[in-house]
């Protein structure tokens, strides 16, 4: 309608603009249709079924139950117990790893033969499976015959078998394996970031007389920075995710020990042996991812808003 | 390739020619590859087609041909079940099955080991559920309500409810009724211990009180375990598959609980607990038990008992046996007894699981082959009597037990049998309404783990318990979804009555 | 003096520390692979590194026949692949349109995929996408599984769409005037010249896919036949008698490591470059 009482220059502009658009959606389609369905529909349906009480189960209508779900993550003690878990893992993941990485990286950026061959080496368990790894680290970490335990007792550095997967050690198993899965993708992020820094710099540096610890600590950690910044954002997101290797390797057991948040989230929807839904509750799973993701999009921000600080001081 | 490739790359050469090269090879080998499989599929595809009796039988997972019914012209049955220790024998007998039969029936016996009923949930959930599959109490309890379970009383005849009047129980397969499965099978918890470990030790016999398992388990951890061999194991990397097979049995004998349920106040009272969890908790410390229980695994727990590395261990009658002889054989002798309680006081009857039962898919289209296929197989009293007499299971059906001359290994061990200790318990409120009960934190098993093995002081856990479960049960009555269940006059040592 | 016996001091504790990490990468892959070529005995016993006896090729066999991973290695090969192929053709079109269109409701979708990207519900998306796949019929066939782990890619598209912006918009002005559409100005003009992170976009769906766990695992709990390398060694743990066969299970993940790496082999640069162009632009 509206067209017609417009001039005949507008119309065929109008047209050219409306095949503009059917083309750009055309090219646009085929990756617009995945994201909906697999990255927006998803989240949809969870802040939907927040609200509801659903065991997806029976016959079962699922039932409005309001603000129940959220109230119970708040009185859930096995819920915080995989929140503090996840911090645990995270935090402890991070601070070895971050280093491990970094100094991995000074050395091996050196541009000096077979280095680039050593690189490759440290990268390789970044395109592994996690999964089929944590089968191979449960084999290896067992108590009772694996090989780690039967070295250090050869060697004679402990007498008794260590409990790698028990209750007070699961933890520390699983940050070593998590270490072991990231520390070459870390590295490789940081070889990018000494790239950067012109060769002049660090000579010049030298000229002035600076030792190389000095260097490392004067020029290059600060030069670092931004990219460091990234790499700790990354590293966090990549922590508050992990899942697999908690799941082949200990099922966040014994006793929740290992319990994260991702995995507890997963537990109310596909249950594991591990942990005591034996039945799903669609809701109340809902209700513990939506709040986990808020957790980790606090702790992004507190991070971003840190690490903003950080610049002023600098 | 490979060497052009590093040619180029040592040259420093134009990068982009390098990705293109790159991602050429990539495809060329992604094509190939994709070629490979497509016709490779095709062939597998073709085999099944020509020849759909072979494989099938023993093939636990290949539900591809399903889809060939139609070419096939032959009615296919599919049948899951969770069970490993039998699966030989089965397998084979459905395989004779399928070449004999005259009514043009083809049984297609799949096991799923591995989240048996997760999958049967979601097969459900698709429309994918087989046709019959193993009766297992928790996928029976959550799918109960939602009418996909067939009602098999309308397919029997007099013989047959003749045959298997036993096996129907009201309350437990018999509801309002209708009868959704046969159990032919009983099995419960006894306590196995390898005899020459025993005998290593130097103690005489079996423990006869829960006390006297404690400080045999130690003696054998203190004396032994510079050998490798420890005084007792569990498989508590999954509490609730460990302790429903010991300490469930254990408090129905001694304190006449039903998971903490007590039928004549029809409330909840954990607190009872304390004295055999202090026990236990001895029972799993360093100084008794198998290094690594809270990680451990039934299976890989088996094979170190298969290996003379552990002392005793409680699970169940029905599998056991099986396992020892095909699935890890083991060479040391075992024997078996009732489970210890404390002090060797009995308040209660045992109670024992009817199980080696079917259900039948309501929503199946192929209900009537299912049925014939079943009672020509399963329901056979030959193949009972040889499942009996191959110690696969221990039959609850009189003409069984009255035709088969049971394994030698149930006339040595007489405790493997369901004797006149045992008995069928009711399903406690939470067993009844699996779906209903919404139970907010740990359940009983998970919390008796971290008293095991965290910091969770007993006397404050059980009570915590205690209120918990009776939150859950009375939020469920409120609401109206659970069925409140008091027994008056109830007696632990008769608790079917 | 002092000075240079500091520096070789220094250079040895160097050395030590990067000897240390390379032992610490490698021994749980030569451990998984040498292991699997011993016998079940010499495995338990926790033992020698190498095989004691002979090595025992039939492990391989037992795990290709009796645990059926021929089969499963051609749903990983053709699985990954076709990941592989629908990423690289959907995220690049998409990226394109994205650097180059403009078109209605253009700042809603791009807000939506960054935002998306930022908002981590993990594992709680597997039940409403397994529920959409059952509504379409898709959840009992290979390519419900491939669109799943294909997904959103909402990474990927803002990777190649920053690739994109990077290229000098006159090349597509010149092509405009040539009289091409936008398709023809993707297909002759930009896809050239994307084709360094096309192969980054492929080689990192293909590795995420070939080592997926949950979400096939998820996928393949009702339906075996969608069952990959991966989820099938993991299951090794509980299946059949593997509980007590550790030389089955360690030939299984070799089974699945092994062409991962042989792909790593040849590409290990373009692994690592592509690494850094995520992240430096993300």
Not at chain 1, 128 to 147: K, R
Not at chain 2, 104 to 116: A, C, G, M, R, S
Request: some cysteine; glycine content about 8%.
């Amino acid at each position: 309608m509206k067209n017609m009482t417009k001039p005949q220059v507008l119309s065929t502009r109008n047209k050219r603009k409306i095949k503009e658009n059917l083309q750009a959606y055309s090219m646009l389609l085929p990756n617009l249709v995945l994201f909906i369905a697999f990255s927006i529909y998803p989240c949809i349906w969870t802040l939907k079924f927040i609200f509801y009480r659903y065991s997806g189960l029976a016959s079962e209508v699922p039932k409005f139950i309001g603000l129940d779900n959220l109230m119970r993550v708040f009185r859930d003690d096995i819920y915080w117990k995989a929140a503090r878990n996840t911090f645990v893992y995270a935090g402890a993941k991070i601070i070895i790893i971050i280093p491990l990485a970094f100094l991995l990286a000074l050395f091996l950026s050196k541009k000096r033969k077979g280095n680039g061959l050593l690189q490759s080496v440290i990268f390789v368990p970044t395109i592994m499976s996690a999964a089929v790894m944590g089968l191979v680290f449960y084999l290896l970490f067992n108590v009772y015959n694996g090989q780690i335990n039967y070295y250090l007792m050869e060697w004679n550095i402990i007498k008794q078998p260590i409990n790698w997967l028990g209750a007070k050690n699961a933890m520390e198993t699983l940050v070593i394996t998590a270490i072991w899965g990231g520390v070459g993708n870390y590295m490789v992020y940081f070889i990018a970031g000494l790239q950067r820094i012109s060769e002049e710099t660090l000579e010049s540096a030298r000229i002035d007389g600076a030792n190389s610890i000095q260097t490392v600590w004067n020029i290059t950690l600060p030069m670092l920075g931004p990219i460091l910044k990234i790499i700790l954002m990354l590293s966090i997101t990549a922590a508050f995710h992990d899942m697999t290797n908690v799941m082949v390797l200990t099922e966040g057991g014994p006793n929740y020990s290992t319990m994260v948040l991702s995995l507890y989230g997963y537990s109310f929807f596909f249950p594991v042996s591990a942990s005591s839904i034996t039945l799903p509750q669609y809701g109340y799973g809902a209700a513990v991812s939506a709040v986990s993701a808020m957790i980790a999009g606090i702790v992004t921000v507190i991070y971003l808003k840190l690490s903003k600080k950080l610049d002023d001081v600098y | 390739m490979r060497k052009r490739y590093a040619k180029t790359h040592v040259k420093g050469g134009n990068k982009m020619k390098k990705m293109k090269k790159l991602l050429a090879m990539v495809l060329v080998i992604a094509l190939t590859m994709s070629l490979a499989t497509a016709c490779s599929n095709k062939k597998e595809e073709a085999t099944s087609t020509t020849d759909p009796t072979q494989g099938a039988a023993q093939s636990t997972d290949s539900n591809e041909s399903k889809d060939d019914t139609q070419s096939a012209e032959k009615t296919k049955v599919v049948i899951w079940s969770k069970d490993r220790h039998d699966a030989d024998f089965i397998t084979q007998k459905v395989a004779e099955y399928n070449e004999t039969n005259t009514d043009n029936i083809e049984v297609d016996f799949q096991i799923y080991t591995d989240n048996f009923q997760q999958a049967i949930d979601m097969a459900f959930q698709s429309g994918e559920a087989p046709d019959m599959f193993s009766q297992e109490t928790k996928v029976f309890e959550s799918h109960l309500g939602s009418g996909r379970i067939a009602d098999l009383a309308p397919m029997m005849d007099d013989n047959f409810k003749t045959t298997f009047a036993a096996s129907i129980i009201p309350g437990l397969n018999e509801i309002d009724g209708k009868i959704y499965y046969v159990p032919v099978t009983g099995t419960t918890g006894r306590l196995f211990y390898n005899k020459n470990i025993f005998e290593k030790a130097g103690i005489a016999n079996p423990p006869a009180t829960f006390e006297e398992m404690v400080a045999d388990a130690k003696l054998i951890t203190e004396k032994l375990s510079g050998e490798g061999i420890y005084g007792f194991a569990s498989n508590m990397k999954n509490p609730a598959s460990a302790l429903n097979r010991s300490l469930l049995y254990q408090v129905q004998r001694q304190l006449g609980l039903q998971n903490g349920y007590n039928f004549t106040t029809g409330q909840f009272d954990f607190t009872q607990y304390a004295d055999l969890l202090a026990q236990w908790k001895e029972l799993l410390s360093q100084s008794a038990a198998f290094p690594g229980c809270e990680s451990l695994d039934i299976d890989p727990l088996r094979t170190q008992f298969a290996a003379g590395k552990i002392g005793m261990y409680i699970s169940f009658t029905h599998a056991e046996p099986g396992v020892y002889k095909n699935q890890f054989p083991m060479t040391e002798e075992w024997g078996v007894v009732q489970i210890p309680t404390l002090g060797g006081q009995v308040t209660g009857a045992q109670g024992f699981v009817a199980n080696g039962g079917y259900l039948f898919n309501a929503e199946s289209k192929n209900l009537d082959a299912a049925w014939k296929a079943y009672n020509s197989i399963f329901m056979n009293i030959d193949f009972q009597v040889e499942y009996y007499e191959a110690g696969l299971g221990i039959s609850i059906v009189p003409a069984v037990i009255e035709k088969a001359k049971p394994a030698q290994i149930y006339i040595d061990n007489k405790d493997l049998l369901i004797g006149t200790t045992d008995a069928i318990w009711p399903r406690n409120p939470q067993d009844a309404n699996a779906t209903a009960f919404v139970l907010e934190g740990m359940d009983s098993n998970a919390t008796f783990a971290s008293m095991f093995y965290g910091d969770t002081d007993i006397a404050t856990g059980l009570q915590d318990l205690t209120d918990r479960y009776n939150a859950a049960l009375k939020a469920g009555i409120d609401e109206g979804t659970i069925q409140p269940i008091v027994k008056s006059g109830f007696d632990p040592m008769n608790p079917s009555k | 003096m002092k000075n240079k016996i500091m520096k070789t001091a220094f250079s040895t504790i160097v050395a030590i520390f990067i000897a240390v990490m390379i032992v610490f990468t490698v021994y749980p892959i030569l451990y998984a692979v040498i292991g699997s070529f011993k016998t079940n005995g010499e495995l338990t016993a926790g033992g020698s590194f190498f095989p004691e006896g002979a090595w025992q090729f039939g492990n391989y066999f037992v795990a290709f026949v009796k645990a059926k991973f021929i089969k499963y290695t051609l749903n990983s090969v053709l699985i990954s692949i076709s990941t592989m192929i629908i990423a690289v053709f959907t995220s690049s079109l998409a990226g394109y349109v994205f650097a180059r269109q403009r078109f209605v409701g253009k700042k809603l979708i791009m807000v939506l995929y960054v935002g998306l990207m930022f908002i981590a519900l993990g594992s709680v998306t597997l039940y409403p996408i397994y529920s959409l796949l059952m509504k379409l019929g898709l959840h009992k066939s290979i390519v419900g599984l491939i669109l799943v782990l294909t997904g959103g890619q909402s990474a990927n598209v803002l990777l190649v769409m920053g690739f994109i912006q990077s290229i000098p918009k006159e090349l597509d002005e010149a092509a405009i005037i040539d009289g091409c559409s936008p398709y023809g100005i993707f297909f002759r003009v930009i896809r050239p010249l994307i084709a360094p992170i096309m192969a980054v976009v492929a080689l990192f769906t293909f590795r995420n896919a070939w080592n997926d766990y949950v979400t096939t695992l998820v996928m393949s709990i009702s339906m075996p036949k969608l069952k990959t390398l991966t989820v099938a060694v993991v299951q090794l743990k509980y299946s059949m008698n593997a509980a007590a066969e550790w030389h089955i299970m360690l030939a299984g993940a070799s089974i699945a490591i092994i062409p991962i790496l042989i792909v790593y082999f040849f590409a290990n640069k373009q692994f690592i470059s592509g690494l850094t162009a995520g992240a430096v632009k993300g």
